[in-house]
């Protein structure tokens, strides 16, 4: 069983950035995807392992995922926000070592963590 703890999440002018935590161990997949309001769950970045990284299209450029040395953390970096970035933002993980844009590609999902984008 893997538990994920997500934090950083916040309320943020238009323009802005904010750093998402997930907190997790083990040699996994992590993903990031969010949910707003009457929307569906979207794919957002992934990172596997051996260190390949995915991104949304609408993400490449404002978005970066990244891990620490130690393989505990994985981390968001959201920069320029805009008021559409506004969504409940949730860290998944997967067993499987490649990178996932579906949210059945993962097995284990965290609380979700909301941010907010003010214009």
């Known amino acids: 069983q893997v538990h994920l703890v997500e934090s950083g999440g916040g309320l943020v002018q238009a323009g802005g950035s904010l750093r998402l935590s997930c907190a997790a161990s083990?040699?996994?997949?992590m993903g990031w995807f969010r949910q707003a309001p009457g929307k569906e769950r979207e794919f957002v970045a992934c990172?596997?392992?051996?260190?390949?990284?995915d991104y949304a299209t609408s993400m490449l450029g404002r978005y970066t995922i990244s891990r620490d040395n130690g393989g505990t953390t994985v981390y968001l970096h959201m920069n320029n926000l805009k008021p559409d970035d506004t969504a409940v933002y949730y860290c998944?993980?997967?067993?499987?070592?490649?990178?996932?844009?579906?949210?059945?590609?993962?097995?284990?999902w965290g609380q979700g963590t909301q941010v907010t984008v003010s214009s």
């Open positions: 083990g040699r996994l997949t």
């Open positions: 998944a993980a997967s067993t499987r070592w490649r990178t996932g844009r579906r949210t059945g590609d993962y097995d284990y």
């Open positions: 990172l596997t392992w051996s260190g390949s990284a």
